[in-house]
């Protein structure tokens, strides 16, 4: 299912309905059908990140193996990036940040630390503002552009990676992407890890749906992650799961050149 062929199934039960009335003088309510399907169509394939809707999203690794991925959006943040990299290097692991630009003014040095650690960095809009969906196409190259350029500035790095905020993909966002020739990277195992939700209930989540090739989806702008990033990673080595970084999971470049 994608917003294309959606589209073109929705428009032939339009012109089918309109046949119809005409031919047997049946009630033109009966549109209403194809449009209520269609509103609930556009709403879960924007809303649902692994639906591939309007544009190719990477959830998951095509691998038998016990490979996983980190990843964690919503920094670079002063207090807690720094205590997620320290995790990380004890455990020998790597992850992927999806940084959000208004962030990076003042945290330069973080991004270059990210970097040099051997860690990816991947774009996460510049404002994330809980109404970005209702920007145009201009509107979210705007928000693309300028965290990549804020990054490229500070690491020398031309991002390829991209995670839409909320995990929600609209076709104007899908545009932009695919101008910039953006790679959408989605997870398939959300930890919710910024809800209110206690430590062990998260953790409980992540180990419950922790698959070969998964992609867990944090966030490094809080101590619970920390603890729980902590116990994920020794959840994994003691169940045989390695963590690989996104671009050798999915066998993906997360730069240019
Ligand atoms: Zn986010």
């Known amino acids: 299912m994608t917003f294309k062929n959606t589209s073109?199934?929705?428009?032939f039960a339009i012109i089918a309905i309109g046949l119809w009335h005409y031919l047997y003088g049946i009630s033109l309510w009966w549109a209403l059908v194809p449009v209520l399907l269609y509103k609930a169509a556009i709403i879960y394939g924007s809303a649902n990140i692994r639906s591939n809707f309007y544009t190719k999203v990477f959830c998951k690794g095509s691998t038998g193996e016990k490979l996983i991925a980190l990843t964690f959006d919503d920094g670079p943040n002063a207090e807690f990036t720094p205590q997620i990299l320290e995790v990380l290097e004890e455990h020998n692991a790597t992850a992927t940040f999806f940084v959000i630009g208004k962030?990076?003014?003042?945290?330069?040095?973080?991004?270059?630390?990210i970097d040099s650690q051997g860690h990816i960095l991947g774009n996460h809009t510049f404002s994330h503002s809980f109404f970005i969906d209702f920007k145009n196409k201009k509107g979210f190259?705007?928000?693309?552009?300028?965290?990549?350029?804020?990054?490229?500035?500070?690491?020398?790095?031309q991002?390829?990676?991209?995670?839409?905020?909320?995990?929600?993909?609209t076709p104007h966002l899908a545009a932009a992407v695919s101008d910039l020739r953006f790679r959408?990277?989605?997870?398939?195992?959300?930890?919710?890890?910024?809800?209110?939700?206690?430590?062990?209930?998260?953790l409980l989540r992540v180990k419950k749906q922790l698959q070969p090739?998964?992609?867990?989806?944090?966030?490094?702008?809080?101590?619970?992650?920390?603890?729980?990033?902590?116990?994920?990673?020794?959840?994994?080595?003691?169940?045989?799961?390695?963590?690989?970084?996104?671009?050798?999971?999915?066998?993906?470049k997360a730069y240019e050149g």
Do not use: C
């Open 184 to 202: 959408v990277i989605g997870w398939d195992v959300r930890s919710l890890d910024t809800t209110s939700d206690p430590e062990h209930m998260i």
């Open 8 to 11: 073109f199934i929705f428009l």
């Open 213 to 252: 090739g998964s992609i867990i989806l944090f966030h490094d702008t809080s101590a619970k992650t920390v603890s729980i990033l902590k116990q994920t990673l020794n959840f994994a080595k003691e169940n045989g799961f390695k963590v690989v970084s996104t671009e050798r999971l999915l066998n993906l």
């Open 103 to 113: 962030n990076i003014d003042g945290n330069e040095e973080l991004l270059r630390q």
């Open 159 to 169: 991002m390829r990676f991209f995670r839409p905020p909320y995990g929600v993909t």
């Open 141 to 157: 190259t705007e928000e693309l552009t300028k965290t990549m350029a804020a990054v490229f500035k500070a690491t020398g790095r």
